[in-house]
C-alpha cells in the first residue's frame, strides 16, 4: 500500500412544520415517529434577528458536518427555522444536500449561506454556484466568511453583497468571524453596510466578547452565535476519544453549552452542527431549560479537560510564530478534522496557506516562540495538523 493509501486509511479509522414567526415562543409536537428518545414537546424561543425584523428559532441549524439530509427535514418538520450552511462545505457537497432537503420548505425557513472568496467577481459566481445548489432564486442572508482583521473587508466585497442584494439575491448582507472580534466588530459596525455578525461566542472564550457581541446588537446587527459547543468533541478527540464521549454523554456539556450561549439575549440565535437526531433533540432542548448552577460547574470541568486542546480564540498567538504560521487559524482547522469528524473541510483550509507557510514543520524548530496563556499545547497539535495536512 501507498503513503497516501496508508495516511488515508489511518485518518479514516481515528477521525471516525412552519415556524409561527409571530410569537415570542410556542410550544409545538414533534412529528416524526423516526427517533427512539422523543420528548412529548418541545417548546421553542422566538428572538428578533436585529434590524432585520425576522423572528428566528433561538436555536438554529449548521449544516457544516451533517451528512443525513433526513435530519435537516426532520428539524424543519419540528419549526426549526433558520439553516446555514456555506459554499466551502464538504467541498461544495453540502449546499446540494441542504438544498434538496430543504426544496418544499423554502418560503417558510431563513436560509444563509457564505462565500470565503477574496474579490467581488468571486464572491458573485460562488454566490451563482450556491443558488443553483440550494434550488433557490435567493438566500436570506449571504456572509463574508471567516474574516478577523478590518483589512480582511475590501470595497469589492461590500461591492458584491451590493450588487447581489439589488439584484434580489440576498436579503441581507452578513459577515462571519472565528477570532479577531475586539478589532472587527467595531469596524464592521462603522461600516454600515452589514445586517448580520455571525461570531464564535462560547463559555470558554474571554469574558470581553460578551461586551463585544453587546456593541454588535445595539447597534442593530442582528447576532448569530457559531462555534457554541467549544470544539464540541461530539466524535471524541484524539487523547481519549472513548472516555471524553463517555463524559460528554453522562454529564451533558454539549447542552450546557448550549445553554450558556442562549442566556446572553444580546444572541439572536445559534448554529450549533447537528449530525443526527438524537443531537437535534437535545440541541432544542435548550431552548426551553435555563442555565443553572450544576450546568456553570459541569462547564467548568469541562473547560478543565478542553484546555489541553480548545483554542479559544483570543487573539495572543498572533504574530507571535517566528515562521509567521496563523496558529489559530490552523488549530481551527484541526479542530474540523478532529473533533468535527470533518477531515475534508480542515485539508481545504489549510491547503489556502501559501507553499511557504504549508511547508513550515514545527519539530524543525529547536524551541517555540508561542505561549498560549490557556495551557493549549500548541506545538503538539499544530505538528499534529501539519503531520496529516501536508
Same mark, same amino acid.
Given at each position: 500500500?501507498?503513503?497516501?493509501?496508508?495516511?488515508? !486509511?489511518?485518518?479514516?479509522?481515528? /477521525?471516525?412544520? @412552519?415556524?409561527?414567526?409571530?410569537?415570542?415562543?410556542?410550544?409545538?409536537?414533534?412529528?416524526?415517529?423516526?427517533?427512539?428518545? %422523543?420528548? @412529548?414537546?418541545?417548546?421553542?424561543?422566538?428572538?428578533?434577528?436585529?434590524?432585520?425584523?425576522?423572528?428566528?428559532?433561538?436555536?438554529?441549524?449548521?449544516?457544516?458536518?451533517?451528512?443525513?439530509?433526513?435530519?435537516?427535514?426532520?428539524?424543519?418538520?419540528?419549526?426549526?427555522?433558520?439553516?446555514?450552511?456555506?459554499?466551502?462545505?464538504?467541498?461544495?457537497?453540502?449546499?446540494?444536500?441542504?438544498? $434538496?432537503?430543504?426544496?418544499?420548505?423554502?418560503?417558510?425557513?431563513? /436560509?444563509?449561506?457564505?462565500?470565503? =472568496?477574496?474579490?467581488?467577481?468571486? %464572491?458573485?459566481?460562488? &454566490?451563482?454556484?450556491?443558488?443553483?445548489?440550494?434550488?433557490?432564486?435567493?438566500?436570506?442572508?449571504?456572509?463574508?466568511? =471567516?474574516?478577523?482583521?478590518?483589512?480582511?473587508?475590501?470595497?469589492?466585497?461590500?461591492?458584491?453583497?451590493?450588487?447581489?442584494?439589488?439584484?434580489?439575491?440576498?436579503?441581507? =448582507?452578513?459577515?462571519?468571524?472565528?477570532?479577531?472580534?475586539?478589532? /472587527?466588530?467595531?469596524?464592521?459596525?462603522?461600516?454600515?453596510?452589514?445586517?448580520?455578525? &455571525? #461570531?464564535?461566542?462560547?463559555?470558554?472564550?474571554?469574558? !470581553?466578547?460578551? $461586551?463585544?457581541? =453587546?456593541?454588535?446588537?445595539?447597534?442593530?446587527?442582528?447576532?448569530?452565535?457559531?462555534?457554541?459547543?467549544?470544539?464540541?468533541?461530539?466524535?471524541?478527540? !484524539?487523547? *481519549?476519544?472513548?472516555?471524553?464521549?463517555?463524559? &460528554?454523554?453522562?454529564?451533558?456539556?454539549? %447542552?450546557?453549552?448550549?445553554?450558556?450561549?442562549?442566556?446572553?439575549?444580546?444572541?439572536?440565535?445559534?448554529?450549533?452542527?447537528?449530525?443526527?437526531?438524537?443531537?437535534?433533540?437535545?440541541? /432544542?432542548?435548550?431552548?426551553?431549560?435555563?442555565?443553572?448552577?450544576?450546568?456553570?460547574?459541569? &462547564?467548568?470541568?469541562?473547560?478543565?479537560?478542553?484546555?489541553?486542546?480548545?483554542?479559544?480564540?483570543?487573539? #495572543?498567538?498572533?504574530?507571535?510564530?517566528?515562521?509567521?504560521?496563523?496558529? $489559530?487559524?490552523?488549530?481551527?482547522?484541526?479542530?474540523?478534522?478532529?473533533?468535527?469528524?470533518?477531515?475534508?473541510? *480542515?485539508?481545504?483550509?489549510?491547503?489556502?496557506?501559501?507553499?511557504?507557510?504549508?511547508?513550515?514543520?514545527?519539530?524543525?524548530?529547536?524551541?517555540?516562540?508561542?505561549?498560549? @496563556?490557556?495551557?493549549?499545547?500548541?506545538?503538539?497539535? %499544530?505538528?499534529?495538523?501539519?503531520?496529516?495536512?501536508?
Amino acid at each position: 500500500m501507498n503513503s497516501d493509501a496508508s495516511r488515508r !486509511s489511518f485518518l479514516v479509522a481515528g /477521525l471516525t412544520a @412552519p415556524a409561527a414567526l409571530g410569537s415570542a415562543s410556542q410550544t409545538l409536537p414533534q412529528k416524526s415517529s423516526s427517533s427512539p428518545k %422523543l420528548v @412529548p414537546e418541545t417548546k421553542f424561543e422566538y428572538r428578533t434577528l436585529g434590524k432585520t425584523g425576522l423572528k428566528l428559532t433561538s436555536v438554529g441549524f449548521g449544516t457544516m458536518i451533517t451528512s443525513d439530509g433526513t435530519v435537516i427535514e426532520r428539524a424543519a418538520d419540528m419549526g426549526v427555522n433558520y439553516f446555514d450552511t456555506a459554499r466551502g462545505y464538504q467541498s461544495g457537497n453540502c449546499e446540494r444536500m441542504v438544498g $434538496a432537503a430543504l426544496k418544499s420548505y423554502r418560503k417558510k425557513i431563513v /436560509l444563509s449561506t457564505k462565500s470565503a =472568496a477574496r474579490d467581488k467577481a468571486g %464572491l458573485l459566481e460562488h &454566490l451563482e454556484t450556491s443558488l443553483r445548489e440550494l434550488q433557490t432564486d435567493w438566500v436570506d442572508i449571504w456572509y463574508l466568511h =471567516a474574516k478577523s482583521k478590518p483589512s480582511d473587508v475590501t470595497d469589492e466585497m461590500l461591492e458584491a453583497q451590493a450588487i447581489a442584494k439589488k439584484q434580489g439575491k440576498i436579503r441581507f =448582507a452578513g459577515i462571519s468571524t472565528h477570532g479577531g472580534q475586539t478589532e /472587527l466588530v467595531p469596524h464592521v459596525i462603522g461600516l454600515k453596510h452589514f445586517d448580520v455578525l &455571525l #461570531t464564535s461566542y462560547n463559555f470558554a472564550m474571554d469574558p !470581553s466578547m460578551s $461586551a463585544v457581541v =453587546a456593541s454588535a446588537a445595539q447597534a442593530g446587527l442582528g447576532v448569530v452565535g457559531m462555534k457554541v459547543m467549544a470544539g464540541g468533541q461530539r466524535r471524541g478527540a !484524539s487523547s *481519549g476519544s472513548d472516555r471524553t464521549r463517555e463524559i &460528554l454523554g453522562r454529564d451533558g456539556a454539549m %447542552l450546557a453549552a448550549l445553554k450558556w450561549t442562549l442566556k446572553d439575549r444580546n444572541v439572536h440565535t445559534t448554529i450549533p452542527s447537528i449530525t443526527d437526531i438524537d443531537q437535534l433533540d437535545e440541541n /432544542l432542548r435548550a431552548m426551553g431549560s435555563s442555565f443553572s448552577a450544576t450546568d456553570e460547574k459541569v &462547564l467548568a470541568a469541562h473547560l478543565r479537560r478542553i484546555s489541553p486542546d480548545y483554542c479559544r480564540m483570543c487573539g #495572543t498567538c498572533t504574530d507571535m510564530c517566528d515562521k509567521g504560521l496563523p496558529v $489559530a487559524d490552523i488549530l481551527r482547522y484541526w479542530m474540523y478534522a478532529e473533533n468535527y469528524g470533518d477531515f475534508s473541510l *480542515g485539508l481545504s483550509n489549510y491547503r489556502e496557506l501559501s507553499s511557504e507557510l504549508g511547508g513550515v514543520r514545527c519539530g524543525e524548530c529547536t524551541s517555540c516562540s508561542v505561549h498560549c @496563556p490557556n495551557g493549549v499545547q500548541v506545538v503538539r497539535r %499544530l505538528s499534529r495538523a501539519q503531520e496529516c495536512f501536508a
